[in-house]
């Protein structure tokens, strides 16, 4: 039978990669072309993504997989570069987790009140939503030179094919679209004077996004024409579109730099209970809401790493084995963490502050870092199953944190359910998988996720009991 190859280009917070998917009726196997660091820079004026060595690594990429018969991007979410009006990028996009939005939020809610934005946009509260940086970055010369904002992917692909357009999924995390009508929230935008005008016209996954321009071509040998597809731009939109999940009971956990935890639901929950419980509802493929709250994740544990010069992670977590269960433990939801730095030393302090015995050691540093994950997992699957009112019976973990034991067997303890762990590129395969469901090959959702179910082989941790235990740790950390 035949098989066609697709390029993925799916760039997350801590690396970016070119992924080769090779799709049949039968068939679904993704190997790596080309993986390369996402090292943000600090310069004077902020931390800034280095862009431009990214969209490097995304040529040296394309070169190495070969010819393909079609390319897709993804992302992390919310950030964005400014172009003139010449479409020439305007400095480097802004990293979400820069300081400038410090304190906007509050300006923002003097004008439209939390409530309103919640229920109009749907999207939780985090101080980097595209739309309080559009509100930071207000009365900049940049912003005011802009006639054009492009999210990342959507910057990637118009340097790759010269068209420029507004995925929607990606769009879906501005905080400027309404999850109802999956369209812009005009009203939102209105009253806080921004102009909608700057994004380019929404597309939808599966959309034709051009063609790869002949100097793309030439840099990377592939032989034109080359379409470009639009899929899932989100990073977290195309993991959620690769769970290998059937039917609709189960949660899933995106485990990367961030933890995205909750369930995929085919209309938003916009109550004042979900708000108070800062889930958000971003846009999936085919209609479908991402219903989900961010949890620090495991870049607390990549920032402790980097504090110990430390790269040998397999012993690492073999040491944090060995350490006791839950003696102490950090809220991993808590935007405290969001900046870079200090990080051992600040979770340290966090278990000072409440009286938990301090971790010390690198081992026992990691242990509370995943067990608190453990407890934020566990906690963001109850919360979402009872506001949404939709239970489960499985929790799939996907994304980096899939190949970490540790991390999903204590998963499956805290949330007293079976975690079904993999695969670890998720995002690339749901990449990968819009696009050939665009070239016509694997169906709806479902097809695709019968297809993952017949081809991956992830791995199954049932909890090991203990749930009292997880139980009075959840408690305690409710009463801080
Ligand atoms: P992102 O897309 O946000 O950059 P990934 O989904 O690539 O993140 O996940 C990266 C994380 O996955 C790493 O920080 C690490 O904690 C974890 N990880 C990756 N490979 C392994 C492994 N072999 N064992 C344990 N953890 C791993
Ligand atoms: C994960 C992610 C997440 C967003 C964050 C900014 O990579 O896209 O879904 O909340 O980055």
Not at 21 to 50: C, I
Not at 209 to 228: D, F, I, K, M, S
Not at 241 to 270: D, M, N, Q
Request: glycine share 10%.
């Amino acid at each position: 039978t035949s098989v066609t190859s697709y390029a993925a280009v799916d760039l997350g917070a801590s690396s970016g990669r070119v992924m080769v998917g090779r799709v049949g009726p039968d068939t679904l196997e993704l190997t790596e072309a080309h993986r390369f660091p996402n090292r943000p820079v600090r310069v004077p004026e902020g931390l800034r993504w280095d862009i431009l060595g990214l969209y490097a690594g995304v040529l040296d990429g394309l070169r190495a997989a070969g010819q393909v018969a079609s390319v897709g991007v993804d992302s992390w979410a919310v950030d964005y570069g400014l172009l003139d009006a010449d479409g020439a990028l305007l400095g480097n996009p802004v990293h979400y987790r820069d300081a400038r939005t410090e304190g906007v939020a509050q300006k923002v809610w003097a004008t439209v009140p939390a409530a309103e934005l919640y229920a109009a946009t749907g999207l939780q509260y985090a101080p980097f939503n595209t739309l309080y940086q559009l509100i930071a970055a207000r009365s900049t010369a940049q912003l005011g030179q802009a006639a054009r904002a492009l999210l990342v992917p959507d910057l990637l692909t118009y340097w790759l094919t010269g068209e420029q357009g507004t995925e929607l999924t990606n769009a879906s995390t501005t905080q400027l679209v309404d999850p109802r009508t999956r369209d812009w929230a005009y009203g939102v935008a209105e009253r806080l004077g921004i102009d909608l005008k700057l994004f380019p016209p929404l597309r939808l996954p599966g959309d034709p996004a051009g063609v790869l321009r002949p100097e793309v071509l030439e840099e990377t040998g592939l032989t034109g024409p080359v379409p470009v597809t639009a899929v899932g731009s989100h990073d977290t939109a195309s993991a959620v579109a690769a769970v290998p999940a059937s039917g609709e009971r189960f949660a899933y956990i995106c485990t990367g730099t961030w933890s995205l935890a909750g369930l995929e639901l085919t209309a938003p929950v916009l109550t004042e209970e979900s708000r108070a419980a800062n889930f958000t509802n971003e846009l999936g493929l085919d209609g479908t809401v991402r219903y989900l709250r961010n949890i620090m994740g495991l870049w607390l544990l990549q920032e402790c790493l980097r504090a110990w010069g430390e790269t040998d992670l397999g012993a690492l977590l073999r040491a944090a084995g060995e350490v006791p269960e839950l003696r102490s433990v950090v809220d991993a939801g808590d935007a405290a963490f969001l900046a870079p730095g200090r990080m051992p030393e600040r979770i340290a302090e966090a278990c000072r502050a409440s009286g938990q015995p301090v971790p010390a050691t690198p081992a026992e540093i990691t242990r509370c870092i995943l067990d608190s994950l453990a407890l934020a997992h566990r906690r963001a699957v109850e919360d979402a199953q009872r506001l949404a009112g939709h239970p489960v019976d499985v929790v799939h973990v996907v994304g980096g944190g899939a190949r970490n034991a540790l991390l999903c067997q204590l998963t499956a303890d805290a949330c007293g359910l079976p975690v079904v762990a993999g695969p670890a590129e998720a995002a690339a395969l749901g990449n990968v998988l819009v696009q050939a469901r665009a070239g016509g090959l694997v169906g709806d959702l479902a097809g695709m996720r019968g297809l993952l179910a017949r081809t991956q082989r992830p791995v199954r941790y049932e909890p090991r009991g203990g749930a009292a235990r997880w139980r009075a740790a959840a408690a305690r950390l409710a009463e801080r």
